[in-house]
């Protein structure tokens, strides 16, 4: 199963490096990872999207807990949570397209953020699906370049990974 | 005052009382060498290959509760030393590695002799560091030993590049650290503990299974007193032994591809299980899903949550330090109105004789042709008093001495479980001797092994290491030859040791004494002889059976009552 995944961790050198490498190591799944750091400058948030049967995903919770630059992990998935991912995507854009285009990037609460003769380059958010969805309504043929973050992930309400 | 970089070195090993350091000296770490040089407190051990300093300070670490410590140069210095590490943190041993690095302001450049340190240590490591400010050494090297002394012991590294062991910073040694996302368990919840409890006293057939963490934890006490209580079978993992003495009457020796049958079969059928520091490893369960085609509960008291349901799932997870979960499992015990079930545990005994009579325990047909080995094993045992630091390789000889010298102390069985490596022995012998002066110490090692790290007769010369090294030599690499025997059609595809040395000239080249050992008739009278030399480096070549195999044999993957006993064959 799907599992989104965050932690918080030393905002360190390496600390990333600890953890891509559990990863790859253990011969867990990495769908996205997301990393920056926090309002304390001392802390990065990371939020992984992985997935594997639940004996799995307790030991990926278990590995990452033992890593010494992690201070803090909360399996999302375990309760309500948002998840939104940004994506930057530039569509050729020529003739009668640039209307339908436009409108399209409207109906999916995209912005248009940049524009040239023949492209539109446009900013979504969302969850992973509805960017998906953007794309295949768009159409491959059209679609020139896309960017996406990777789900960054925050529990509803009071569920709230601090320290 | 100002110290430099080195000078905090020293002062900070000082601090943490360490008596011993193994290293090889380098150009990244001269400045620290320099200050090794100006004091007398930290005493050097200068091994010939930085692979064996690790062995050393694991071995160092592995016989008494002290962490080891090794100093090793930067690039191929640090590279050598890998095995050693992950070696360890396979066994969780407690160590702090050493490492010089390249100035800081050439990282990066594919500077002369660097590596990345820190990268290529990662996996093997239980956490490491560099640093980049002579300041942060005191805080680094505190931590270091804090990491790898607490919770789940492990090796930890700290990088030190030249320049900044040669600045200054002032200098002092914090009285404690904490790490904020670091809380290594302590006592065990006492709701669980009750609940184990319960479930042991309710058991028909209680089965205590017990791990390297004994050792390591020191709970060999607790564990002892705790199955006398419940009058239940214990068996040991390889890294277990000596946790649980083997004389005595409720051990049903080693467990998992080479233990004993009753070991296998109780572990197998019993209705209750206690896991305790151990980590039920593919050696021990080579087959999970035939595991667990028995019903029965499992309790797992484990001091890493993530050694907990990794393989086998369990009924009652229990995260805490052992000595002191045992103890508040005794202490419930004892206050307890209810015992054993005696009449159940008097028809679980008799199965479980059965299965003794009926695996024959360790047994082995002798012969006065041909040197056995298990009768090395067996009369070293007896010459020793079962009282010595035995050392060992990784083949068949490692498993001889596992089942045959019956360990009846923790930490005097020292062996590289989870990593298997060969020319761990003569090494490790040295940091266990350098640590118990005085005390009997042997390597039990095969004629592939001791090649590994043979150069390290040259060491004990220089510290006059009276280490006794027995090899069993049957001029193949046995363990292999063995696997190609039964899973390969015979094939011993480079598996002959050919072109040997005349192992007693060597040891004579490297000044110490050297034993031939061709006939059985010679085997007690030598080893007599070598243990009498108390002073003397001994090394014993015994020409052994070459065609021995280890017995009883689980093959990879069977299920634990899928075994290969001397006489199936
Ligand atoms: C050739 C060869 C053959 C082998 N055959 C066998 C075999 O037949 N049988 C066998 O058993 N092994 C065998 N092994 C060894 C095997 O590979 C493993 O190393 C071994 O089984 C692991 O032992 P363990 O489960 O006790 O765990 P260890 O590796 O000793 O781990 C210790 C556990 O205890 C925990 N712990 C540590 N300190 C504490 C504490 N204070 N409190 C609580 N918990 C703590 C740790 O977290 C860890 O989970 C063989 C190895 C080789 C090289
Ligand atoms: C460094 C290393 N390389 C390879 C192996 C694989 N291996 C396991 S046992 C063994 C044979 C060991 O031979 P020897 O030391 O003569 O012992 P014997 O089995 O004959 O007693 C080998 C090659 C290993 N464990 N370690
Ligand atoms: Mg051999």
Redesign the pocket.
């Known amino acids: 199963m799907r599992h989104i995944i965050s932690l918080l961790m030393e905002n360190e050198a390496g600390a990333l490096s600890r953890v891509a490498g559990l990863f790859s190591a253990r011969g867990y799944n990495i769908e996205s990872l997301t990393v920056a750091p926090t309002e304390d400058p001392t802390m990065s948030r990371m939020t992984i999207v992985t997935s594997g049967s639940d004996a799995v995903i307790e030991q990926i919770n278990k590995q990452l807990n033992k890593l010494v630059d992690v201070v803090a992990v909360m399996d999302l998935s375990e309760g309500e949570h948002l998840e939104r991912e940004l994506m930057l995507v530039k569509i050729r854009a020529k003739g009668e397209d640039r209307d339908e285009l436009k409108r399209m990037a409207d109906i999916f609460r995209g912005r248009i953020i940049d524009v040239s003769n023949e492209t539109y380059t446009i900013e979504l958010t969302g969850a992973g699906s509805k960017l998906d969805n953007f794309l295949e309504a768009v159409g491959r043929e059209l679609i020139l370049e896309t960017v996406r973050t990777g789900a960054s992930g925050i529990g509803r309400g009071d569920r709230i990974l601090k320290l | 005052m100002e110290l430099t970089g080195a000078e905090i070195i020293i002062r900070c090993l000082q601090e943490e009382q360490v008596e011993y350091a193994f290293g090889y000296p380098g150009g990244a770490v001269l400045f620290i060498y320099d200050e090794l040089f100006k004091q007398d407190k930290v005493k050097h051990i200068l091994v010939r290959h930085e692979q064996a300093a690790v062995h050393a300070a694991d071995g160092y670490a592995r016989s008494s509760d002290k962490v080891g410590v090794a100093i090793v140069t930067s690039g191929p210095g640090l590279t050598n030393a890998v095995?050693g590490i992950a070696t360890a943190y396979m066994d969780s041993i407690p160590m702090v590695i050493i490492s010089g690095q390249v100035p800081t302001f050439a990282i990066g450049e594919d500077a002369f002799q660097e590596v990345d340190a820190v990268g290529i240590t990662r996996p093997c490591v239980k956490h490491n560091f560099l640093v980049k400010d002579p300041k942060d050494i005191a805080e680094t090297i505190k931590k270091a030993f804090y990491l790898a002394r607490t919770g789940r012991p492990g090796p930890v590294l700290v990088d030190i590049p030249k320049d900044v062991s040669n600045q200054k910073a002032v200098f002092e040694y914090p009285e404690s650290v904490s790490i904020r996302s670091y809380h290594p368990p302590g006592k065990a919840d006492s709701t669980q503990i009750r609940h184990a409890a319960q479930m042991l006293l309710e058991a028909k057939r209680p089965m205590i299974y017990a791990g390297g963490g004994v050792v390591q934890g020191d709970a060999s006490l607790q564990l002892i007193e705790l199955v006398h209580l419940l009058g239940a079978p214990c068996t040991n993992t390889l890294m277990g032994l000596g946790g649980f003495p083997a004389g005595d009457n409720q051990f049903v020796g080693m467990l998992g591809m080479h233990g004993t049958y009753e070991a296998n079969m109780a572990m197998q059928h019993c209705d209750v299980l206690l896991a305790v520091g151990a980590r039920f490893d593919d050696r021990v369960i080579g087959n999970v899903a035939h595991f667990a085609e028995v019903p029965r509960k499992i309790i797992h008291i484990d001091i890493d949550p993530s050694s907990i349901a990794k393989r086998v799932k369990v009924d009652l997870p229990i995260v805490a330090d052992l000595k002191l979960a045992l103890g508040e499992l005794l202490d419930v015990l004892k206050s307890s109105k209810q015992k054993p079930d005696a009449a159940e545990l008097a028809s679980w005994w008799k199965q479980v004789n059965e299965w003794r009579v009926k695996g024959g325990g360790m047994r082995y047909k002798n012969s006065t042709e041909v040197i056995k080995p298990q009768y090395v094993i067996e009369t070293l045992h007896k010459i020793t008093g079962g009282d010595a630091f035995i050392t060992s390789?990784?083949?068949?000889?490692?498993m001889w001495a596992a089942q045959y010298y019956k360990f009846n102390k923790p930490r005097r069985w020292i062996n590289s479980g989870g990593l298997?490596?060969?020319?761990f022995g003569l090494p490790a012998a040295m940091g266990v001797q350098l640590i118990n002066p005085g005390e009997t110490v042997a390597c039990v090692?095969?004629?592939?092994?001791?090649q590994?790290n043979i150069q390290e007769l040259s060491t004990c010369k220089q510290f006059r290491l009276p280490i006794k090294v027995l090899a069993?030599n049957?001029r193949?690499?046995?363990?292999?030859?063995q696997w190609q025997e039964f899973f390969h059609g015979n094939r011993y595809s480079e598996s002959y040791?050919d072109a040997l040395p005349d192992f007693v000239k060597l040891a004579e080249a490297y000044g110490h004494v050297g034993m031939r050992i061709d006939n059985p008739a010679d085997v007690e009278p030598a080893i007599k002889e070598a243990f009498a030399r108390k002073d003397d480096l001994v090394f014993m070549d015994f020409r052994t059976d070459s065609t021995e195999n280890v017995f009883p044999m689980v093959p990879g993957g069977k299920g634990l009552s899928e075994v290969i006993l001397a006489e199936d064959l």
């Open positions: 095995t390789d990784v083949g068949q000889h490692q298997g490596t060969m020319g090692t095969g004629e592939g092994s001791i590994m069993l049957n193949y690499l046995g363990m292999v030859r040791m």
